[in-house]
């Protein structure tokens, strides 16, 4: 099963940004993403991006934040602008190695969005 390490988490202001990162460790020909979850709150889709770069975006985010993946296909990053406190929460990347393995999980990095 491929590792998924995430990194760029932190403390911004409201109306700042973020850039997170997840790295691979073996090349990704699945989809991979970003979710994340809130204290007392479900883990909710946020982002995702297939191997040919079909995109998909919670409503919640549409026009703020901008999934990408490095060419060599290993690593998802995840633009985040116009942050606001609802945004607080720890962010999981999500991905597969192939259309039929299993997905699997980072361990989450902490974004916090306060002033």
């Known amino acids: 099963q491929p590792q998924l390490v995430e990194s760029g988490g932190g403390l911004v202001q409201p109306g700042g940004s973020l850039r997170l990162s997840c790295a691979a460790s073996r090349t990704m020909f699945g989809d991979m993403g970003w979710y994340r979850q809130a204290p007392g709150k479900q883990r909710e889709l946020v982002a995702t991006m297939t191997y040919h770069g079909y995109t998909n975006y919670a409503d919640s985010v549409q026009g703020r934040f901008t999934i990408s993946r490095g060419n060599a296909k290993n690593t998802v990053y995840l633009q985040m602008n116009s942050l606001k406190p609802e945004d607080t929460a720890v962010y999981y990347c999500?991905?597969?190695?192939?259309?039929?393995?299993?997905?699997?999980w980072g361990q989450g990095t902490q974004v916090t969005v306060s002033s």
């Open positions: 999500n991905g597969r190695a192939t259309d039929t393995t299993a997905y699997v």
